[in-house]
């Protein structure tokens, strides 16, 4: 079973409060690291990081919580906030020897990339984010019949307890659900790397609730906080996005300008899983955006 990307060298990396982040390191010069989304691990990159690693030193870690990285359980509803997921990054990086980054995420991984973003924006010189919206957004547009798309989102919301056990009881189908649905095309998770996707996450079931959780409430909170103080994304960002607007009735590129207004905001025709769906589409914007100026 494939478990990490071929030819990079694998590393577990000891961040604040002694979590250990397992990360898989390759190439050379400027750094750039990748964020995995869900229900995937640092897997999820390993055309697009075989590619960027030519020129780059790319770094691509598992999100506390998922994968081979340590989960550490959630005693006070802020172990998995964005805030302190992208402090994991920060602190990754730095310990690699790297104190500024480009930054690219899907996902979940997006969300901590733009807090990573918002928190730290002398750090991050360029971000990414593919298929996501910010968080504050994300519960504007889920409304009415169409929000069952993301019922998801709902069901992981709910207290400690009912949402561990129900999915925990049927983990395989659940996230192999939204492996089968979210993709356009069946062939791009090949049989061992869905494999090693649900494995990783039949054995993180409390950790990814509790991302999740953390969604509907403490990130909710910090990015009131950021609308309020009109804080932004002060470096160049590149947004790949699903149609969603069409689907959902509202304008994507506009919600995201409102948080990044150096935006290159492009809609893709591939499923959801697009680094592994359309790596070249992937990586060629990505390459347009780390040659944008960074502040």
């Given at each position: 079973m494939t478990t990490t990307i071929p030819g990079f060298a694998q590393r577990r990396v000891?961040?604040?409060?002694?979590?250990?982040?397992?990360?898989?390191?390759?190439?050379?010069?400027?750094?750039?690291?990748?964020?995995?989304?869900?229900?995937?691990?640092?897997?999820?990159?390993?055309?697009?990081?075989?590619?960027?690693?030519?020129?780059?030193?790319?770094?691509?870690?598992?999100?506390?919580?998922?994968?081979?990285?340590?989960?550490?359980?959630?005693?006070?509803g802020r172990t998995y906030?964005?805030?302190?997921?992208?402090?994991?990054?920060?602190?990754?990086?730095?310990?690699?020897?790297?104190?500024?980054?480009?930054?690219?995420?899907?996902?979940?991984?997006?969300?901590?990339?733009?807090?990573?973003?918002?928190d730290h924006p002398g750090t991050v010189t360029h971000l990414a984010a593919l298929d996501v919206l910010p968080t504050l957004d994300m519960w504007d547009v889920m409304r009415g019949a169409s929000a069952a798309v993301g019922f998801h989102l709902y069901l992981m919301?709910?207290?400690?307890?009912?949402?561990?056990?129900?999915?925990?009881?049927?983990?395989?189908?659940?996230?192999?659900?939204?492996?089968?649905l979210w993709s356009n095309d069946p062939n791009a998770i090949p049989a061992d790397v869905r494999a090693a996707y649900l494995k990783a996450c039949r054995e993180a079931v409390p950790s990814i609730v509790a991302d999740y959780r953390a969604t509907a409430t403490i990130d909710v909170e910090h990015d009131e906080a950021d609308r309020?103080?009109?804080?932004?994304?002060?470096?160049?960002?590149?947004?790949?996005?699903?149609?969603?607007?069409?689907?959902?009735?509202?304008?994507?590129?506009?919600?995201?300008r409102a948080w990044a207004p150096d935006l290159t905001h492009h809609t893709v025709s591939c499923g959801h899983f697009m680094a592994e769906e359309s790596p070249a589409e992937v990586v060629k914007a990505l390459r347009e955006l780390f040659g944008r100026q960074a502040p």
């Open positions: 000891t961040v604040d409060g002694g979590v250990a982040i397992n990360v898989a390191v390759g190439g050379s010069g400027s750094p750039v690291v990748l964020l995995h989304g869900f229900p995937q691990t640092h897997l999820m990159w390993r055309h697009v990081a075989a590619d960027l690693a030519a020129d780059h030193t790319v770094i691509c870690p598992d999100l506390r919580g998922y994968g081979d990285s340590d989960k550490p359980a959630d005693t006070d906030s964005k805030r302190t997921m992208a402090k994991d990054v920060v602190e990754l990086a730095r310990a690699l020897g790297h104190d500024r980054f480009a930054l690219a995420g899907h996902d979940r991984g997006a969300l901590v990339a733009i807090r990573a973003g918002l919301a709910q207290p400690p307890g009912l949402p561990e056990t129900m999915i925990g009881n049927s983990a395989d189908a659940f996230f192999g659900h939204f492996l089968d309020q103080a009109g804080n932004r994304l002060r470096m160049p960002v590149t947004v790949l996005q699903q149609d969603w607007g069409a689907a959902l009735g509202f304008d994507a590129a506009a919600r995201w």
